[in-house]
């Protein structure tokens, strides 16, 4: 049997490629070129850069297993980048790591891993992959505080038969003790929480380089619709954010709205933040859509707390409706659904329901 | 395993490692000295210099000037020669980086630089080149053979033509992949500059010489000590040169045996091949060196090709690797008016002086085997 590992350079991966060659497979590593610096170099700042690529070579040459760099520049500019900049545009908060996750590495590095002869593709991610009498699952990591089956909702019943994510049952402490048990050179390397496109600098910054209408003036406006300061581009506001709103005012203010085409970004109080609902759409289920009106719980950002909903179809949307009211969750980020541990399933937040 | 990527690198013969061995050894010494420890450097270098000047009928062995390999030769030869008349450069879309770089080098610093187009074969005419040259033409730079296709181009013509037009414009060539195979000889009126690489002929990586006809100046491109008269300094690497100027005599002894035998190895490869599986030659029916096949597997990603023929024990290449190891277009498929998606499906095998007949069809037999699981 042969496991193609996603490599990034990071602990994670590395132990995930240990891992396997311990539960006997042939492993084949690989880092995945995305997205390249002027010149076509890989970037040298950030996450994915050159020495990233380099930490996987030689971990890959540790571990005495084949190891290639395939380019998905391509792909990745078509399916993440270009839709990441047209989405904040249209008011939308993106999460690129969602979009090349189902783009790029679940489906076109998913289809390479067929090519190259692999029986499964495995990456470094934390969230663990089951099987049971019903089916493959998706499950939470072991290390919650490390959970990434967020990112990963998209997949479904055959992706999930061809995938493993081996580093799921471990903490992120017995992820780093293991990697330096091995001596693999990434044990110390810190976490990367960038966007790996971005580079260390602000997304802001990369935003307005690429992207340059995004970085439009136009008003803040109260509730009521009266002027109360001005912003530098919408891109610099998510919805449910409080700093950094530039105005001065006694109580917490938060973007409660985002109105894109007029380029006005409204604020309020805590309370006029709080929804009933939200409404989700290309949703994608691990396995059989839920009943309607199933109790879930849901996660709607990669760093929010799951919270009880009840799910309906609706049209070609599905409606959370929170169980108690919520801060309006961004448009554009991910509403994942969750049956205790196990993912049920998710899809894009495109609008928000206040009854 | 399969190493079918000799253009690239092709191992170090036995007979070289012999020669250099004592100057990693006891022979440390720096030839730029006066005791006797520098002198056996000193003259080990020259001996080197001797024994290529002999291969190559060079008049003086002060025409070999020793570099740090081809490209840097190529660097001295293109930038070297207009520098000093802040003359034009005229070349071809296809010739190696080394050239191309440096053309374009010198433009960012003032200099004329015409790249000419090739047709779909990737080669120029002599009349073409001849029509982009004039007397304020301070050098033409066209390479003997493709380092990816091993198309041949006229070189020889292309000088003749540029001398017509032109007496004191230099012709240099960039022989680096031609030499395992094809006659590099000086002659009057053949070029004034010859780049030529030892780790492509059985020699070390990291050396390479410049044959620069007597009388030409040249602007260096290394600056420091003086060494080589000036035309590129900084320590000789003893033991390389002396690999050099060992690989270059043998190379030169057994070319007309290696033409022979790779020649089989490579049309075995490509007969075998034809016979089971669909493959288009890229170059067409050009004239080129008898070590490279370049073809094109339509339908089939020359990244995934390569990852499956590595992971079955075949070495080959597709475009030019980068730093990370992924594939970069070619500039040379461009150039010949190949579309992108299909020089994303082309590869490079290059054959090497062990191969022979037998060589070919296993070759044949094992990149077959992977191509049709991959249909």
Redesign the interface.
């Given at each position: 049997m042969r496991a193609l590992v996603a490599m990034s350079g990071g602990v994670d991966s590395s132990v995930a490629a240990a891992l396997m060659i311990d539960a006997g497979y042939d492993v084949?590593g690989v880092?995945l070129?995305q997205w390249v610096g002027a010149g076509?170099?890989?970037p040298t700042a950030g996450c994915c850069t050159?020495s990233d690529?380099e930490d996987a070579?030689r971990v890959a040459a540790q571990l005495d297993v084949?190891y290639?760099?395939?380019?998905y520049v391509e792909e990745f500019t078509e399916a993440v980048v270009e839709p990441f900049g047209a989405a904040y545009l249209a008011g939308f908060t993106p999460n690129p790591c969602i979009e090349c996750n189902r783009k790029v590495r679940f489906s076109a590095l998913l289809e390479?891993t067929a090519?190259?002869?692999a029986d499964v593709l495995v990456t470094g991610h934390h969230a663990r992959v089951m099987h049971d009498a019903d089916g493959w699952h998706l499950l939470r990591a072991t290390d919650d505080t490390k959970d990434q089956s967020y990112v990963l909702h998209m997949l479904g019943q055959d992706e999930l038969s061809r995938i493993r994510l081996p580093i799921g049952e471990m903490t992120k402490v017995e992820v780093r003790q293991r990697a330096a048990d091995l001596g693999l050179r990434t044990a110390g390397k810190p976490d990367s929480q960038d966007i790996c496109f971005v580079g260390s600098g602000d997304y802001r910054d990369f935003l307005s380089d690429n992207f340059p209408e995004t970085a439009l003036p136009g008003p803040v406006v109260d509730t009521s619709g009266s002027i109360i300061g001005e912003h530098a581009g919408v891109t610099g506001f998510t919805i449910g954010q409080r700093r950094g709103l530039g105005i001065a005012v006694g109580e917490a203010r938060y973007v409660v709205d985002i109105e894109p085409l007029e380029r006005r970004v409204v604020v309020g109080s805590y309370e006029d933040l709080l929804v009933d609902g939200c409404t989700v759409i290309d949703v994608t289920f691990t396995s059989d859509a839920p009943p309607t009106f199933s109790e879930v719980t849901v996660k709607v950002g990669y760093r929010a707390t799951a919270v009880p909903a009840v799910l309906a179809p609706s049209g070609d949307r599905w409606e959370v409706s929170f169980v108690d009211r919520h801060p309006a969750p961004a448009p554009g980020q991910s509403a994942v659904f969750y049956d205790g541990d196990r993912v049920l399933g998710g899809g894009i937040i495109d609008g928000v329901v206040r009854s | 395993m399969l190493y079918l990527d000799h253009a690239a690198s092709t191992p170090l013969r036995p007979e070289v490692r012999d020669v250099m061995a004592p100057f990693v050894g006891a022979r440390f010494g720096n030839p730029s000295g006066v005791h006797a420890t520098a002198q056996q450097a000193k003259n080990a270098i020259e001996a080197a210099r001797e024994q290529i000047a002999a291969s190559i009928g060079a008049t003086s062995p002060l025409e070999i000037v020793f570099t740090g390999g081809g490209t840097e030769a190529d660097n001295l030869a293109v930038f070297g020669a207009a520098w000093p008349v802040r003359g034009g450069i005229v070349t071809t879309a296809v010739e190696h980086a080394a050239v191309l770089e440096s053309a374009r080098f010198a433009e960012r610093l003032g200099v004329t630089v015409s790249i000419l187009p090739v047709d779909r074969r990737g080669c120029v005419t002599p009349e073409e080149v001849a029509a982009h040259v004039d007397e304020r033409t301070a050098v033409v730079s066209v390479m003997m053979a493709n380092n990816e296709t091993g198309v041949l181009q006229p070189v020889a013509e292309t000088a003749h033509a540029v001398r017509a037009v032109s007496d004191g414009t230099r012709v240099h060539t960039d022989a680096v992949q031609a030499f395992a195979s094809l006659p590099v000889v000086v002659y009057d009126g053949g070029p004034d500059l010859i780049s030529v690489s030892a780790h492509k002929i059985g020699g070390p990586q990291g050396v390479g010489f410049l044959f620069v006809r007597d009388g030409i100046e040249l602007e260096p491109v290394i600056h420091g000590g003086g060494q080589e008269l000036g035309r590129r300094s900084g320590t000789h690497n003893v033991a390389a040169i002396v690999g050099l100027g060992a690989a270059v005599e043998a190379t030169v002894a057994e070319r007309a045996g290696y033409r022979t035998r790779v020649a089989a190895a490579r049309d075995r490869f490509e007969h075998d091949l034809r016979s089971r599986i669909n493959v288009e030659s890229t170059a067409g029916e050009a004239e080129r060196l008898v070590s490279h096949s370049h073809l094109r597997f339509p339908g089939i990603?020359a990244?995934?090709l390569l990852?499956?023929l590595?992971?079955a024990g075949v070495a080959a290449a597709a475009g030019a690797a980068?730093?990370?190891?992924?594939?970069?277009s070619s500039h040379v498929l461009t150039a010949m008016g190949i579309e992108p998606a299909a020089a994303a499906e082309s590869v490079r095998f290059s054959f090497g002086r062990d191969d022979d007949e037998s060589t070919g069809a296993i070759a044949a037999a094992t990149v077959a085997g992977v191509v049709e699981?991959?249909l």
């Open positions: 084949v880092t070129k076509g170099a890989m050159v690529a070579r084949p290639y760099v395939l380019d390479r090519e190259l002869d | 990603a990244e995934t990852v499956r590595d992971l980068c730093h990370s190891g992924a594939i970069d699981e991959l």
